[in-house]
């Protein structure tokens, strides 16, 4: 099934990031200082270099916040269990936190209702980074993502998502593409498309967004779908929005950062961009350039009351996204 049906809708998201200022010219014109090429090695070890930041810092959420529903170990679980399919060393301990993610979610509290159902979002990217086989654990947190669907097919966001520092609808609409993309790759839930119908014609309607994330997810859905018109024009789109630098900012046009460039490199790779590109290589340069002496990546709040400082959770998220990123990019780069 196609989640983006009509070319008219990638002509007004091209049109809109234009619009927006998305594409600097003057900036991209200025010619870079030359700089030694960028080896796989180098893009390995920053990763590597993530990854006791990424565990030391999910484990104390775990441990002191005891909090599945905040929106915080679906990626740490995703970034973790990625570097460990693709060689890196992580703890051993990796299967014990997987358990609890997964878990945990389908506790349900004195009322009846599942924890899970309080953060769909990190549900569905549980069940994205995990991408196991057929698991009755797997299908019943699937079974959580139908819940609460709207009659315009969207989901409300979850937590503390709606006080994110971009408009309230585009939060609903990443929520819901976040769900559809879970939904999409689960093979297992038969009443699910009647729901992923629904909320592909929310999807569609919607207007453009002005977060790297919304187009992100456009990419994703396209490429998971086999709609290759709307991939390579939401590709294009999210080409233009690439900085100077070689980065993206969480929000577009924004100062970049790890969480908008993570997020940014992951899906032009999903959706076919050669690791070999220079979009690729210029934002692995970024990542790599960026990081800090403990393995982390400093990130503004995304929430509109913490934006102009830098936030532990963003900067988790934005870590755990740079690793995710970068992973992806080493697939098929040879040095």
Same mark, same amino acid.
């Given at each position: 099934?196609?989640?983006?049906? &009509?070319?008219?809708?990638?002509?007004?998201?091209?049109?809109?990031?234009?619009? $927006?200022?998305?594409?600097?010219?003057?900036?991209?014109?200025?010619?870079?200082?030359?700089?030694?090429?960028?080896?796989?090695?180098?893009?390995?070890?920053?990763?590597?270099?993530?990854?006791?930041?990424?565990?030391?810092?999910?484990?104390?959420?775990?441990?002191?916040?005891?909090?599945?529903?905040?929106?915080?170990?679906?990626?740490?679980?995703?970034?973790?269990?990625?570097?460990?399919?693709?060689? +890196?060393?992580?703890?051993?301990?990796?299967?014990?936190?997987?358990?609890?993610?997964?878990?945990?979610?389908?506790?349900?509290?004195?009322?009846?209702?599942?924890?899970?159902? $309080?953060?769909?979002? @990190?549900?569905?990217?549980?069940?994205?980074?995990?991408?196991?086989?057929?698991?009755?654990?797997?299908?019943?947190?699937?079974?959580?993502?139908?819940?609460?669907?709207?009659?315009?097919?969207?989901?409300?966001?979850? @937590?503390?998502?709606?006080?994110?520092?971009?408009? $309230?609808?585009?939060?609903?609409?990443?929520?819901?593409?976040?769900?559809?993309?879970?939904?999409?790759?689960?093979?297992?839930?038969?009443?699910?498309?009647?729901?992923?119908?629904?909320?592909?014609? +929310?999807?569609?309607?919607?207007?453009?967004?002005?977060?790297?994330?919304?187009?992100?997810?456009?990419?994703?859905?396209?490429?998971?779908?086999?709609?290759?018109?709307?991939?390579?024009?939401?590709?294009?789109?999210?080409?233009?929005?690439?900085?100077?630098?070689?980065?993206?900012?969480?929000?577009?046009?924004?100062?970049?950062?790890?969480?908008?460039?993570?997020?940014?490199?992951?899906?032009?790779?999903?959706?076919?961009?050669?690791?070999?590109?220079?979009?690729?290589?210029?934002?692995?340069? +970024?990542?790599?350039?960026?990081? &800090?002496?403990?393995?982390?990546?400093?990130?503004?709040?995304?929430?509109?009351?913490?934006?102009? &400082?830098?936030?532990?959770?963003?900067?988790?998220?934005?870590?755990?996204?740079?690793? $995710?990123?970068?992973?992806?990019?080493?697939?098929?780069?040879?040095?």
């Amino acid at each position: 099934m196609n989640i983006v049906t &009509h070319g008219v809708a990638i002509k007004r998201a091209v049109a809109e990031a234009l619009t $927006l200022g998305i594409v600097i010219l003057a900036a991209r014109s200025v010619a870079a200082s030359p700089q030694s090429e960028l080896t796989t090695e180098q893009v390995r070890q920053s990763v590597q270099s993530s990854i006791p930041f990424i565990q030391e810092r999910g484990v104390w959420w775990i441990d002191e916040k005891k909090c599945v529903s905040c929106h915080r170990i679906s990626t740490m679980v995703w970034s973790l269990n990625t570097a460990r399919r693709n060689g +890196f060393e992580v703890s051993d301990r990796l299967d014990e936190w997987i358990n609890w993610a997964t878990e945990s979610p389908l506790k349900k509290d004195a009322d009846g209702k599942a924890a899970g159902l $309080l953060n769909k979002e @990190g549900v569905a990217q549980l069940l994205i980074g995990l991408n196991r086989d057929a698991n009755t654990v797997d299908s019943e947190l699937a079974d959580l993502l139908l819940d609460g669907q709207q009659p315009d097919g969207s989901w409300k966001p979850c @937590g503390q998502l709606p006080g994110q520092k971009r408009p $309230l609808s585009e939060t609903a609409g990443v929520s819901t593409m976040w769900l559809t993309l879970a939904l999409v790759n689960d093979g297992r839930t038969e009443q699910a498309s009647p729901a992923v119908k629904l909320a592909t014609c +929310f999807i569609t309607e919607s207007p453009a967004g002005k977060s790297t994330e919304w187009y992100a997810l456009q990419v994703l859905l396209a490429a998971q779908t086999g709609d290759s018109a709307s991939r390579d024009g939401y590709v294009d789109a999210l080409r233009a929005q690439q900085q100077a630098d070689g980065g993206w900012g969480w929000l577009v046009g924004e100062e970049s950062d790890a969480l908008g460039t993570g997020m940014a490199l992951y899906a032009l790779i999903r959706a076919g961009v050669n690791s070999e590109d220079p979009a690729i290589e210029r934002a692995q340069r +970024f990542l790599v350039s960026t990081q &800090h002496d403990d393995g982390s990546w400093a990130v503004r709040g995304t929430k509109a009351g913490k934006k102009e &400082h830098v936030e532990e959770t963003a900067s988790y998220w934005g870590t755990t996204w740079a690793a $995710l990123g970068l992973m992806a990019s080493l697939s098929g780069k040879q040095d």
